[in-house]
């Protein structure tokens, strides 16, 4: 029997396929890493999660923890996560593991607008997510990424724009229902130092809201500032 902590964190976990444990001792524990540490130890035990020390090419290595497939079938099993909400299990490379990590510390930012509108019923959508029922209508239509009446209306459907004949996608959609039960979302978008001028722009116009990380921001800004182009970069 799990605590509701330890099901808490698996969930959250499985949302976005790794998560830093000192984030998850942050927004779910509240800063008890005691209590965080004996949930993911019972976790490990039970194979239901696995944890690892990456390195960074930044910071130090970060301790990462992903569910296991055991942890994904109890997650299925048990009908513990939202219809509809997509769960991931196992690692991925090590920079994919980070940017992960990194789209739950951008979730949190997002949440709080969500909670500000008094949002319910959230779901995560990740890019992988996305691309994936994006590219399928896509190919459904028989179109290319060509710029088309059909890839706008694509586009549209999934609540998209197509931007200089491309349909951007953002790296987190969080999804919900508002107090008047109508469907919501919120598009972020990561941006990093080494993105280039064109894509951060695409994003930009594709109407994401763009966080940066606070060493990122102000040489991000700078640069749209230069080219004169209106946009708020939000550290994250």
Same mark, same amino acid.
């Given at each position: 029997?799990?605590?509701?902590?330890?099901?808490?964190?698996?969930?959250?976990?499985?949302?976005?396929?790794?998560? /830093?444990? +000192?984030?998850?001792?942050?927004?779910? =524990?509240?800063?008890?890493?005691? @209590?965080?540490?004996?949930?993911?130890?019972?976790?490990?035990?039970?194979? %239901?999660? /696995?944890?690892?020390?990456?390195?960074?090419?930044?910071?130090?290595?970060?301790?990462? $923890?992903?569910?296991? +497939?055991? &942890? @994904?079938?109890?997650?299925?099993?048990?009908?513990?996560?939202?219809?509809?909400?997509?769960?991931?299990?196992?690692?991925?490379? *090590?920079?994919? *593991?980070?940017?992960? *990590?990194?789209?739950?510390?951008? =979730?949190?930012?997002?949440?709080?607008?969500?909670?500000?509108?008094?949002?319910? +019923?959230?779901? $995560?959508?990740?890019?992988?997510?996305? +691309?994936?029922?994006?590219?399928?209508?896509?190919?459904?239509?028989?179109?290319?990424?060509?710029?088309?009446?059909?890839?706008?209306?694509?586009?549209?459907? @999934?609540?998209?724009?197509?931007?200089?004949?491309?349909?951007?996608?953002?790296?987190?959609?969080?999804? =919900?229902?508002?107090?008047?039960?109508?469907?919501?979302?919120?598009?972020?978008?990561? /941006?990093?130092?080494?993105?280039?001028?064109?894509?951060? $722009?695409?994003?930009?116009?594709? &109407?994401?809201?763009?966080? /940066?990380?606070?060493?990122?921001?102000?040489? %991000?800004?700078? $640069?749209?500032?230069?080219?004169?182009?209106?946009?708020?970069?939000?550290?994250?």
């Amino acid at each position: 029997m799990l605590r509701n902590s330890e099901i808490q964190a698996m969930t959250d976990i499985g949302k976005f396929r790794a998560v /830093a444990a +000192k984030d998850l001792e942050e927004f779910i =524990y509240c800063g008890d890493k005691k @209590h965080m540490d004996a949930d993911l130890t019972n976790l490990r035990e039970q194979r %239901l999660i /696995a944890e690892r020390e990456i390195p960074h090419g930044e910071t130090s290595p970060r301790r990462l $923890v992903a569910l296991t +497939k055991e &942890g @994904h079938r109890l997650l299925d099993a048990t009908k513990t996560v939202p219809k509809g909400q997509v769960i991931y299990h196992g690692f991925t490379k *090590a920079r994919e *593991a980070h940017h992960d *990590a990194d789209l739950y510390r951008l =979730y949190q930012r997002g949440l709080e607008n969500v909670n500000r509108d008094g949002g319910t +019923k959230i779901r $995560v959508v990740l890019d992988s997510e996305l +691309k994936k029922l994006l590219y399928r209508d896509l190919a459904r239509a028989g179109r290319t990424e060509d710029s088309s009446p059909a890839k706008a209306d694509i586009a549209e459907r @999934h609540g998209l724009r197509v931007v200089r004949g491309r349909i951007p996608v953002p790296d987190l959609r969080i999804e =919900y229902e508002t107090p008047d039960q109508q469907t919501a979302r919120i598009d972020l978008e990561l /941006a990093t130092e080494h993105y280039r001028f064109n894509n951060i $722009v695409q994003k930009v116009r594709a &109407g994401f809201s763009i966080y /940066a990380r606070t060493q990122d921001a102000p040489n %991000l800004r700078r $640069v749209l500032e230069q080219r004169e182009i209106t946009a708020e970069i939000l550290s994250l």
